[in-house]
């Protein structure tokens, strides 16, 4: 008898407890020393393949819910080829006819609609008008507990909106605040769960709603303490001690 297992069950909490660094694709990632990166849980996005040779670290999820990343000629291999074959990819559900078969073990998500927070991404995600909402989804999905946000400026500078060049470069600025307002959400939401999501951006225009820490410090830390850990060996002493 063949057994069919739910890919998304089998990911949740895998990484209970960790710490999660999204790379985002604004241009302030480009001072950052993603070196430090390497061993750690990351999840990259659209061009953050990009940044893998140069700083000798491998991503270990990889989202796109832009199809432009997937039927672009030039940004297409970002998604496919250049991936380390290691890389677990987790793509929108409605670009699959798009996508391609290839080495990296894929996952797709449907979007159920705009603005809102999913806590399961076997029903979906909630879009934000920003891959990094697929992201830090994800990264509430696998059970982490601190969700740092490197390179997420928001900002779309017309001359520079992100830290790769373009030829026709889509400014975003008409979605911003739904970006704004989604990330501080899943902000609020993460907090109330006993979880951080944490802007490392200086630069970024999440900074008055998320709190801010910068990358160089939070990647010197270890993982957050489980309150439900701490709780339990508090439990097992306390029951020593009576013994």
Not at 151 to 173: H, I, K, N, W
Not at 208 to 232: I, K, N
Request: aromatic share 8%; net charge neutral; glycine share 8%.
């Amino acid at each position: 008898m063949r057994l069919f297992t739910d890919p998304w069950a089998h990911l949740r909490g895998r990484h209970h407890g960790e710490t999660a660094f999204i790379l985002g694709n604004g241009p302030s990632i480009c001072r950052e020393d993603l070196s430090r990166l390497r061993g750690r849980l990351s999840i990259g996005m659209n061009a953050s393949t990009q940044l893998e040779a140069a700083h000798g670290f491998v991503q270990t999820y990889y989202t796109v819910s832009d199809r432009r990343f997937l039927t672009h000629p030039d940004k297409r291999r970002w998604a496919t080829s250049d991936l380390d074959p290691g890389t677990v990819r987790v793509l929108r559900a409605d670009l699959r006819p798009d996508d391609e078969s290839g080495p990296n073990r894929t996952l797709y998500t449907p979007h159920i609609r705009r603005d809102g927070w999913s806590r399961d991404l076997g029903i979906g995600f909630h879009y934000g008008c920003t891959t990094t909402m697929l992201a830090v989804q994800l990264a509430a999905h696998l059970g982490c507990r601190r969700i740092c946000l490197l390179g997420v400026d928001l900002r779309y500078a017309p001359e520079s909106p992100r830290f790769y060049a373009e030829v026709d470069p889509q400014v975003e600025d008409a979605f911003t605040s739904v970006q704004i307002w989604n990330l501080s959400n899943a902000g609020r939401v993460l907090r109330a769960e006993g979880r951080e999501l944490i802007n490392c951006s200086e630069a970024s225009l999440l900074r008055p709603y998320l709190p801010f820490m910068r990358f160089s410090e939070l990647a010197d830390l270890p993982a957050p303490a489980d309150p439900a850990m701490e709780t339990g060996m508090r439990d097992t002493a306390t029951a020593c001690c009576a013994g």
